[in-house]
């Protein structure tokens, strides 16, 4: 089986082939989203349709054709455009833009509980901003619907329903559009595309050589479930991105009735099949490869993120330095807007090494923190995690991690779960795989890592409680 896989991330898009186990062969280009003032994040969504099509007519032409193609994407970013052109009616708006915080706190206050990366808050902006009378024939789309759009060149209007779930537009049972929500929003529901299955043909990609079918639809953190080979209850991952993300895999029952817990986790749409639901449990860190990001680009004691390896092996241990990586504030459990990055217990021995290890440390202390918070929302003992993403390349954070959750921790045999799982879906479509106990039983890790000692916890709880609340008015918005 030969799966094309269009992989479109919050700051490149990647196009891969793969059978659902190894990448055959893979492009990838940078395409960072705009940034016009503090807050704002844009992307040219005409720029990500070229991009999109001519790195996936590169790998299909290379390899000599595929059987099918996918899509994965980042969630929750939306796009408008013009029916009958094609053309997007503005810049698309990715789903960290947060211009939205003022009409999501009226919304909360009425009784909407509406957040700005939901792609329906932006939905309402680009119409309001375009469509003020609602007259135009519009069509809406997250970053699937576009690029399943652009492949099939206008035949298919559709958005998968993990993605759907991720708009805020969605009913309770995830049956469908929520006729009070779009009514409340005031948004036309003939702008917005079918919802299909995560697995089956939704059209053909006529756009690239052969006319492939699409095969498989799905939010890039849950193909990196799949992809992970996490798709029977109780089991786990971790991707350590830009953010960091952990999923659980659960039932047929939604297993968190509110948006969000008490603890901060999410019940997410893992995937659906022949129309039914399997969900998840989700919990998210803001900053974790950000991070390493902040020690090479603004700090300068790295050079580029594999310096980060030797520099942190130099030292047995953080010197008694303890970091919290919460840049840009800290989700679970504790969604505070305004707690910000914070180093504690420097002294005239402290070295960049010292500064390096913590910054790791600081980063698997806060997974710990999501495996603690979905453990409990879950039901389940997360007794071995599969990790994937650009941090686990790194034996020595690795290392770190396990000791950290005092965990069992596997290593994606690719570095990014995402293509492997987009491809699964789309095998599934096409009668690759009779099972998904078959799926599972193919998990096969690059490498196992077995914690070796345990870590104070104590410490790291008391830096944060300093940490938080850094600006009070932004901890107190309640998103």
Known sequence: MKVCVIDVGTSSIRSAVTDGSGVRCFRQQR??????????????????????????TEVVDEVGGVDAVAVTNQRGSAIVWDRRTGEPVGPALGWQDLRTVGECLAWQADGLPMVPNESATKLVYLLDQHDPDRTRDLCFGTVDTWAVWCLSQGAAHVVDLSNAAMSGMLADDAGGWSPEILDRLGVPPGCLPEIVDSTGVVGAATALPGAPPIAGIIGDQQSSLIGQRCVLEGQAKLTFGTGAFLDVCMGGDRPIAEKRSDRGTFPIVAWQESGAVVWGVEAMMIAAGSNMSWLIDDVGLLSDASQSEEMAASVPDAGGVVYVPALYGLGTPHWDFGARGALFGLTGGTTAAHIVRAVFEGVAQRAADLV?????????????????????????????????????????????????????????????????????????????????EGVDRDRWHDAVGRAARWYPELSDIGL
């Not at 395409?31 to 996936?56: K, S, W």
């Not at 997360?382 to 959750?405: K, Y």
């Open 31 to 56: 395409t960072p989203p705009d940034m016009p003032e503090p807050g704002l994040v844009e992307f040219d969504a005409t720029e990500m349709a070229e991009v999109i099509l001519r790195t996936a």
């Open 372 to 452: 603690e918070a979905a453990e409990a929302d879950s039901g389940h003992r997360l007794e071995r995690l599969r990790v994937d993403g650009g941090m686990s390349q790194n034996p020595v954070f690795t290392q770190i991690l396990a000791d950290t959750l005092g965990r069992t921790v596997e290593l994606c045999p690719v570095p990014e779960g995402t293509a492997l799982g987009a491809a699964v879906l789309a095998g599934r479509a096409l009668g690759e795989w009779s099972s998904w106990q078959e799926v599972a039983d193919t998990w096969s890790p690059r490498a196992v890592v077995e914690p070796a």
